[in-house]
């Protein structure tokens, strides 16, 4: 049985929480082929790449899990880039490439 690709879309916020999920769903036969991943150096070029990467792996994916949890006391926190990468899927979605997705 082939395994599910999945891409994790977050807030940076919660790298704690998405590296537990990570293992989580790889423990359950999935393949996490994208998740935030915290980087060093400077902001603006090093964002650039993992954005563009972070997109790509959209196109690729075939579930997208949206860690929503508690920030600033919102529940079900999405944020502007996560919200992007919804709206971007959804694109996807009508252009005939199904996406699941898992919030």
């Known amino acids: 049985m082939k395994k599910e690709k999945i891409v994790i879309c977050s ?18 036969n999935y393949t996490v082929i994208k998740y935030p991943e915290q980087f060093a150096g400077e902001f603006l070029p090093n964002y650039k790449i993992e954005f563009s990467d972070h997109y790509r792996k959209i196109t690729e994916t075939d579930i997208l899990f949206i860690l929503n949890i508690k920030k600033n006391n919102l529940d079900g926190y999405i944020g502007a880039s996560v919200f992007a990468e919804i709206a971007f899927a959804i694109g996807l979605n009508r252009a005939g490439n199904k996406k699941k997705y898992f919030a």
């Open 11 to 28: 807030s940076m916020s919660f790298l704690e929480e998405i590296n537990q999920w990570r293992e989580k769903l790889e423990k359950n």
